[in-house]
Nanobody
Framework: QVQLVESGGGSVQAGGSLSLSCVVSGSTDRFGCMAWFRQAPGKKREGVAI??????YYDDSVQGRLTISSDNAKNTVTLQMNSLKSEDTGMYYC????????????????????WGQGTQVTVSS
């Protein structure tokens, strides 16, 4: 059974940094399409950083501050978060699409087949 496990969340002052990690277990296949989504209290889940076939995508709100990197051989994906703002506060979820497929920079939650349990990021101003 495929499982995604996130780690690295926490509380930080505005302007600080955090690094989130996600490990895929339960499969020896390579997951080439992975993403980080954020859900703030009372808001819908939104895609903030995506690693897709041949590239990466960032939401405008995080462009230049967040960096997604993936290691397909190890089935891990990280999210380096710098210059954090209070509006970055929320639950961060790792997501993956089924292995063995090409993918584009989709931010639609329905396009992702596997989800982690989420890790909380709180940025105080």
């Amino acid at each position: 059974q495929v499982q995604l496990v996130e780690s690295g969340g926490g509380s930080v002052q505005a302007g600080g940094s955090l690094s989130l990690s996600c490990v895929v277990s339960g499969s020896t296949d390579r997951f080439g399409c992975m993403a980080w989504f954020r859900q703030a209290p009372g808001k819908k889940r939104e895609g903030v950083a995506i690693s897709y076939t041949g590239g990466t995508y960032y939401d405008d709100s995080v462009q230049g501050r967040l960096t997604i990197s993936s290691d397909n051989a190890k089935n891990t994906v990280t999210l380096q978060m710098n210059s954090l703002k209070s509006e970055d506060t929320g639950m961060y979820y790792c997501a993956a699409r089924r292995p063995g497929q090409l993918c584009g920079p989709s931010v639609a939650t329905r396009d992702y087949n596997y989800w982690g349990q989420g890790t909380q990021v709180t940025v105080s101003s």
